[in-house]
């Protein structure tokens, strides 16, 4: 018995060193070699601009307000007192949809404008008789039935803004804008207003920034003019208001419209707007 015993033990005494010099020559680890490279994600550089303007104007007091991508007829065009043949709907040749009837067809959004019209009866709703102040930015994808161009895509995003209140002023629209401009582009940007047309915004305005690469001297990127468009807006249109449940005589107020891919393109001057769809890494990693 005690020779088996002992023969035993001897046995399993070099089976484990056998396992433990195995684990020592196969699994050992080479402390020298350079650790493995951990990928970093990061957010699309038009998401970036579009949180950037989101982050600028809730410090200003704005608030975030979704609406639908899928819209009617009526929401993006008629209440935004575009009439049914008016020219400026051919600029914005539609993605028609399924459903709806013919003269309110469904289609997508070709602005984020429509978003206008359901914030307003939304908040008038809650007070018909004296609807709050409302103060918001819409953000959202927008589409449109074009030529793709390095100019111009079927689908990009909007940021639309709004503000209706009691003693709402050009002087705040400019005001407003101008600050904007300022905290997105640089402290000391000049800014230009003029003159320009939109069904829903009476008057109406576009807002120049001046050129940051020649500033102001005129060079290719601002077509020698010194000057680089960045938005659409206006004093809210009385039939628009009315649409939304505001008294025109008691309320005024103003909107804006801009485009995040081309604040993206001019403030990193990028010349094809076709890169925010192609997701080439190359060009993603830049951001
Ligand atoms: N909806 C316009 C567009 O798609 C942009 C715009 C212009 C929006 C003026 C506004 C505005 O709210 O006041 O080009």
Do not use: C
């Given at each position: 018995?005690?020779?088996?015993?002992?023969?035993?033990?001897?046995?399993?005494?070099?089976?484990?060193?056998?396992?433990?010099?195995?684990?020592?020559?196969?699994?050992?680890?080479?402390v020298t070699l350079p650790g493995r490279k951990r990928a970093v994600g990061r957010l699309h550089p038009v998401t970036q601009t579009m949180r950037e303007i989101q982050r600028i104007f809730a410090e200003m007091g704005f608030q975030v307000y979704r609406s639908r991508d899928v819209e009617t007829d009526e929401y993006n065009f008629q209440?935004?007192?575009?009439?049914?043949?008016?020219?400026?709907?051919?600029?914005?040749?539609?993605?028609?949809?399924?459903?709806?009837?013919?003269?309110?067809?469904?289609?997508?959004?070709?602005?984020?404008?429509?978003?206008?019209i359901h914030a307003m009866r939304e908040y008038s709703s809650k007070d018909p008789e004296n609807p709050p102040t409302v103060r918001i930015i819409l953000p959202g994808m927008c589409y449109r039935f074009e030529q793709i161009t390095a100019r111009?895509?079927?689908?990009?995003?909007?940021?639309?803004?709004?503000?209706?209140?009691?003693?709402?002023?050009?002087?705040?629209?400019?005001?407003?804008?101008?600050?904007?401009?300022?905290?997105?582009?640089?402290?000391?940007?000049?800014?230009?207003?003029?003159?320009?047309?939109?069904?829903?915004?009476?008057?109406?305005?576009?807002?120049?920034v001046e050129c940051f690469v020649c500033h102001g001297e005129g060079c290719p990127v601002c077509k020698r003019t010194g000057w680089l468009e960045i938005l659409g807006s206006g004093m809210v249109h009385p039939n628009v208001?009315?649409?939304?449940?505001?008294?025109?005589e008691r309320y005024s107020?103003?909107?804006?419209?801009?485009?995040?891919?081309?604040?993206?393109?001019?403030?990193?001057?990028?010349e094809d707007i076709r890169y925010f769809w192609r997701n080439d890494m190359r060009f993603l990693e830049q951001f």
């Open positions: 018995k005690q020779a088996l015993e002992a023969a035993l033990e001897q046995k399993q005494a070099v089976i484990q060193q056998a396992g433990i010099t195995q684990a020592l020559e196969g699994e050992w680890v080479d209440l935004l007192n575009f009439p049914p043949n008016h020219p400026a709907r051919e600029m914005q040749d539609s993605f028609y949809m399924k459903g709806g009837s013919e003269d309110n067809p469904t289609l997508l959004r070709t602005h984020t404008s429509p978003g206008q111009s895509e079927i689908q990009f995003t909007q940021v639309e803004g709004l503000a209706v209140g009691e003693h709402i002023t050009f002087g705040d629209l400019k005001g407003t804008l101008s600050d904007f401009a300022r905290r997105f582009f640089s402290p000391d940007v000049r800014t230009r207003f003029r003159a320009s047309h939109f069904p829903f915004t009476e008057p109406s305005a576009e807002m120049d208001l009315r649409n939304g449940g505001y008294d025109p107020g103003f909107a804006f419209g801009m485009g995040p891919e081309r604040l993206t393109m001019l403030r990193y001057r990028i």
